[in-house]
């Protein structure tokens, strides 16, 4: 396991933007598989973004394409969410996640180490 520590969370107003990073503690990032989640009050925790080690490639949500950006920079140790166009529903407090194995990277049981949250609210 990896520790995890996300910073960047906010309030901003819908069609805004933040920046989430999230950095290891004590060890590299790589070779893990990186992925950011989030989860709205009431709600279960979904996919946002996930980013492989190998290759850079990437995978975006659906409800976030095109607004949502995940990167990473093996050199400074750190996975980023470029966030652009916030909405309201966008507000959720906001996962990073590590796991070995390229497979099932949308979905959270698959990863076992997580940071403990950012919070992001957008307002209307």
């Known amino acids: 396991q990896v520790q995890l520590v996300e910073s960047g969370g906010g309030l901003v107003q819908a069609g805004g933007s933040l920046r989430l990073s999230c950095v290891a503690s004590?060890?590299?990032?790589?070779?893990?598989?990186m992925g950011w989640f989030r989860q709205a009050p009431g709600k279960e925790r979904e996919f946002v973004a996930a980013?492989?080690?190998?290759?850079?490639?990437?995978n975006v949500a659906d409800s976030v394409k095109g607004r949502f950006t995940i990167s990473r920079d093996n050199l400074k140790n750190t996975v980023d969410l470029q966030m652009n166009s916030l909405k309201p529903e966008d507000t959720a407090v906001y996962y990073c996640?590590?796991?070995?194995?390229?497979?099932?990277?949308?979905?959270?049981?698959?990863?076992?180490?997580w940071g403990q949250g950012t919070q992001v609210t957008i307002s209307s």
């Open positions: 996640a590590a796991k070995r194995s390229v497979a099932a990277m949308e979905y959270a049981r698959a990863y076992d180490s």
């Open positions: 004590g060890r590299a990032l790589s070779p893990y598989n």
């Open positions: 980013i492989r080690w190998s290759d850079g490639g990437t």
